[in-house]
């Protein structure tokens, strides 16, 4: 082993800061894609919630009855 002071071809050499700064960068890229498929599975409760709220409303007008409310009620699930 002539060249890198003994440490073979480059192995050892500053790989603690740098394996560090790379698990960082790998934990905040999975936060992030974690975040954003969580926002879109919360949107799309928050959608069939307001269409069940919006159902109810139409139930309690008299615009439905409670046949068709049901069958409404049992497609949103």
Known sequence: MHGYNGYGFGMGH?????????IVVIVLIIF?????????NNSTGREEDRALEI?????AKG????QEFEEKKKDLR
């Open 14 to 22: 500053g790989m603690g800061f740098g394996w560090i700064i790379w």
């Open 32 to 40: 992030l894609l974690v975040k954003l498929y969580g926002s879109q």
């Open 55 to 59: 159902l109810k409303e139409r139930y």
């Open 63 to 66: 615009e439905i009855d409670k």
